[in-house]
């Protein structure tokens, strides 16, 4: 196959550069994306940079979508299919050593349910029967498609996402100036105990914070946790743009062994250094051990 240096020499560098490969015949050498933050009904521009390592044997089908980042979750935002070149230059049509420039504008839904991340896949695929081209970076095997970045897209109504009132707290809590704790739900579910956790972002925050939930018992005694980052790691702090809210769930074990009543202590904390997110009252007054505590009705 001839080498891909070509592209490198030339001023269209791609900004993202990839090292992945579609079968045998095409390289996927880049791409470029006009940023990671989007809202409902905007464009994404991307560029996907192509070369041909042999003559491809059809005229494949390109999917770009955006699949839900939510562990367990298989909803996609977005599933647009063409050709290749602009739908202009199929696969069929190349030469080996092409090197292809391969603008895309795809419109995102007016109606987004709720603001989280989105994986960036592209895949090429057989039109006549549906077969996938194996996908391999680095060299190595990589499914079935090149995941490229993870993107946020905000909800089309972020009021949707308040707190119902009887879940509401009387002042949010706040977590380093960045993100406000607006609503909490604990329901016992069998030996199971169910978090809901109303967030507001109300400003940058440059880490990606993990959320704790501990469950105490009347001696304050640890007997349970429920850690993890927001929706199951589907939507990364670094991500959150002021005003989105996000509702987030997380489920403890729930202990018969311990003293009632019970409390659970909800933060933050940043997960390469364990630190905790400074936690204080909306009169700016800081929480011991910056953990907020609430009592859990049973």
Do not use: C
């Not at 080498?3 to 992945?20: E, M, V």
């Not at 464009?43 to 494949?60: G, I, V």
């Not at 909803?75 to 049509?93: A, I, R, S």
């Not at 946020?152 to 707290?169: H, Q, T, W, Y």
């Amino acid at each position: 196959a001839p080498p891909i240096l070509p592209i490198y020499q030339s001023p269209n560098l791609p900004i993202h550069q990839f090292a992945g490969r579609f079968g045998s015949e095409i390289a996927l050498l880049g791409y470029d994306l006009d940023g990671v933050s989007f809202e409902a009904g905007e464009w994404l521009d991307l560029t996907l940079y192509w070369q041909a390592l042999a003559r491809p044997a059809d005229h494949y089908t390109l999917a770009i979508q955006l699949a839900s980042a939510v562990p367990g979750e298989t909803d996609t935002l977005v599933n647009f299919n063409t050709w290749t070149g602009g739908g202009n230059f199929p696969t069929g049509n190349w030469r080996p050593g092409d090197v292809i420039v391969d603008h895309d504008r795809l419109r995102l839904p007016e109606d987004v349910a709720r603001v989280q991340g989105w994986y960036l896949h592209v895949v090429l695929f057989d039109g006549s029967d549906g077969t996938r081209l194996p996908f391999v970076l680095g060299g190595q095997p990589a499914g079935k498609g090149a995941r490229l970045a993870l993107l946020r897209v905000g909800a089309s109504d972020p009021e949707a996402l308040s707190s119902p009132e009887a879940d509401r707290l009387a002042v949010p809590i706040a977590f380093d100036g960045a993100i406000a704790l607006e609503g909490v739900r604990a329901v016992e579910e069998g030996e199971m105990l169910k978090v809901t956790l109303w967030w507001r972002s109300v400003a940058v925050l440059a880490g990606d914070g993990v959320v704790f939930v501990h469950l105490y018992d009347a001696e304050g005694l640890l007997v349970a946790t429920a850690d993890g980052p927001p929706l199951a790691g589907g939507f990364p702090t670094s991500l959150w743009r002021p005003g989105d809210r996000v509702q987030d769930e997380h489920v403890t074990s729930l202990l018969r062994e311990g003293v009632a009543p019970w409390q659970l202590g909800i933060g933050w904390y940043d997960p390469l250094t364990g630190a905790r997110l400074a936690a204080t009252t909306a009169d700016g007054v800081r929480l011991p051990d910056d953990e907020f505590l609430i009592p859990v009705l049973r």
